[in-house]
């Protein structure tokens, strides 16, 4: 039996291995045909050779990473260990741009290889359209991108909105005034805002107009010129609505527009705006599409597992 010894000598050994060692724990799932013993500062593996030779790899990528953040969590491990490339986590993650230093002075830049690209593509693009399903990082990397441009005087302001399209509940039977009623469906891109911007300041700029948070409808009219737009979850606009967002846009404007093709809650027999625009603007120059997936999630690792299963199953019901 072949045997493989790593030395861990410029990182903290009980920190890399995890709580009880759980981030062992993990390896050995990962790697049944090998049997992976943790002690002092080593890590042993024996097993196949070129199956060795995998696990040595995959293991120095995750020692890099431990020695850029100090840390090394579950979803991390797991991309590195099941993706075909695990490196191209890491290099994102190590080399992605930082776009803020959000509150508490935390770092905010793209965690993954497709959210760098709709960073790249926002350079050289004014309209984005960003694919993906639930946990992607595609609202969250657009709102980082639209606080960027804003601190940076790149846009005068910063305009975010979502149709009010109820999730089996229905405006009217909710309590409250328009703003209360409306906020529930609004709350993903406060909560991206508050780790960006500091509470006292964020209500500020939302007082001045200088931040807009808004429902779909309350963009019909206008014009929206020095800029920064987000449309959210815009697989529940319909044909009406997509038109109407789409062609408010002003002399200096971004718009960035996000959704999950999977997730609509439009009436039967209601076409998605989202779905109609991708066919119709995908050969116009100055509009680029980005497809998220699985790989791309970063919230706890069971809502990768979670996606993977239910495409499994409507793919069988095609």
Do not use: C, W
């Not at 609505?241 to 960035?256: C, D, P, S, V, Y």
């Not at 603007?281 to 680029?288: C, F």
Request: no cysteine; charged share 30%.
């Amino acid at each position: 039996m072949n045997e493989l010894i790593i030395e861990l000598t410029e990182i903290n050994p009980k920190d890399f291995f995890g709580t009880r060692n759980a981030n062992i724990e993990l390896l050995k799932k990962y790697y049944p045909k090998l049997k992976i013993v943790a002690r002092g500062n080593k890590i042993k593996a024996y097993g196949d050779e070129e199956l060795l030779e995998e696990f040595d790899k995959r293991l120095d990528m995750l020692v890099t990473h431990f020695g850029k953040y100090n840390k090394l969590d579950e979803n991390t491990i797991e991309h590195v260990l099941s993706s075909d490339s695990g490196q191209d986590l890491i290099d994102a993650q190590l080399n992605g741009e930082v776009l803020l230093h959000g509150t508490n002075g935390r770092l905010i830049k793209a965690q993954t290889v497709n959210q760098q690209k709709l960073v790249e593509m926002m350079k050289k693009n004014d309209m984005v359209f960003a694919i993906g399903p639930a946990g992607t990082g595609k609202t969250y990397t657009g709102v980082a991108l639209a606080v960027k441009a804003l601190k940076e005087k790149q846009v005068r302001r910063i305009i975010l909105t979502r149709p009010a399209v109820e999730a089996g509940e229905n405006l009217g039977f909710l309590p409250g005034d328009l703003k209360e009623k409306l906020d529930p469906y609004m709350q993903p891109l406060y909560d991206a805002l508050r780790d960006m911007i500091p509470a006292e300041k964020l209500q500020n700029y939302i007082e001045h107009g200088i931040i807009q948070i808004a429902p779909m409808a309350f963009m019909r009219g206008r014009t929206l010129d020095n800029a920064f737009v987000i449309l959210d979850e815009a697989q529940n606009t319909t044909h009406a609505q997509m038109k109407m967002f789409l062609t408010r846009m002003g002399k200096n404007a971004k718009f960035i527009i996000t959704g999950d093709p999977g997730q609509i809650d439009l009436p039967r027999r209601v076409t998605s705006g989202l779905k109609e625009a991708l066919l119709v603007l995908k050969d116009i120059k100055g509009i680029g599409i980005l497809y998220l997936d699985d790989k791309d999630v970063i919230r706890h690792r069971l809502v990768r597992n979670i996606i993977a299963s239910y495409k499994k199953i409507e793919h069988n019901n095609t």
